[in-house]
């Protein structure tokens, strides 16, 4: 039955996604769809937070470091009662909207604006650290794209967290093997790359991120595990949930036509 709550608000995620992209013109849908199942496991099972208190001291944190696939989490935010009272579909990408394409601190439910990439796990330390010292229960959440840890200030980050014993944090690394350019192991090789975090001294999970069990189980080891910080090395594909978009570099760019949009539409309605 947990799964089922998860699954089906991956599939609405994934579709929201598709609505927002086609009717605006906007893109990164590839972005979006691998990381929507992470997104609705840990909103639907583990987030700590209330969409009537977005503020609220005592909330976990999502730093949502791959703001250019902005659509996935602006959807799993609607779903969760964070935008009662606004109109995502109406102002998204429209002048002067807080709905911008990569995501924006000023709506409910968001911590950081973000997508200029490399700088979110440095805040989230410095967020799990303020917890620790200050005795806080709430627990930092970080979601990275893989490409993104090029940046060098991620490593610095990387090093941070586990001096300081910030077991209060996880990392999910989004690691679908493309990024903006091309694959990643052309672009800038980063396999072993769980052999590394352990080197670093993270807690490290490797799982299929799209496995809603193998997400939930990773996030629940996350919580029981002391001393250290978590990194789960989740393993997706980009495009995921709609045949023609998988593993393909272009929908990293690409708003769908119209026939794309009909047959992704009818992919994603098709799907249990």
């Given amino acids: 039955m947990q799964e089922n709550i998860s699954t089906q608000l991956a599939k609405r995620i994934r579709l929201t996604a598709l609505?927002?992209?086609?009717?605006?013109k906007a893109s990164h849908l590839g972005g979006a769809y691998s990381i929507a199942d992470i997104l609705a496991v840990l909103y639907a099972?583990?987030?700590?937070?209330?969409p009537e208190q977005p503020d609220d001291p005592a909330r976990d944190r999502l730093f949502y470091s791959k703001g250019h696939a902005c659509t996935a989490?602006?959807?799993?935010?609607?779903?969760?009662?964070?935008?009662d009272g606004l109109d995502?579909?109406?102002?998204?990408?429209?002048?002067?909207?807080?709905?911008?394409s990569h995501v924006n601190h000023q709506l409910p439910g968001i911590e950081?604006?973000?997508?200029?990439?490399?700088?979110?796990?440095?805040v989230a330390c410095g967020v799990a650290l303020a917890a620790k010292r200050k005795s806080r229960g709430?627990?930092?959440?970080?979601?990275a794209s893989d490409g993104e840890l090029d940046e060098g200030s991620n490593w610095e980050a990387i090093l941070f967290a586990p001096h300081h014993a910030l077991d209060n944090l996880v990392l999910v690394i989004d690691y679908n093997k493309l990024q903006s350019?091309?694959?990643?192991?052309d672009v800038l090789r980063l396999d072993p790359l769980g052999d590394k975090f352990k080197a670093f001294g993270w807690h490290t999970i490797e799982i299929d991120g799209h496995d809603h069990a193998l997400i939930d189980a990773a996030f629940r080891e996350a919580k029981q595990t002391s001393g250290r910080p978590t990194a789960i090395i989740a393993h997706t594909v980009k495009g995921k949930g709609v045949s023609f978009m998988e593993d393909t570099l272009a929908w990293h760019y690409k708003s769908p036509n119209d026939a794309e949009y009909a047959q992704a539409?009818?992919?994603?309605?098709?799907?249990?």
């Fill in 112 to 122: 950081l604006s973000t997508g200029s990439l490399g700088h979110a796990l440095g």
């Fill in 19 to 24: 609505e927002l992209c086609y009717h605006k």
């Fill in 181 to 185: 350019f091309g694959r990643t192991d």
């Fill in 73 to 83: 989490l602006y959807a799993v935010l609607q779903e969760s009662g964070f935008f």
């Fill in 45 to 50: 099972h583990h987030m700590r937070i209330d």
């Fill in 265 to 272: 539409k009818a992919e994603l309605e098709a799907a249990v």
């Fill in 88 to 100: 995502l579909h109406e102002d998204f990408t429209t002048n002067g909207s807080y709905f911008t």
């Fill in 138 to 143: 709430y627990r930092s959440y970080v979601i």
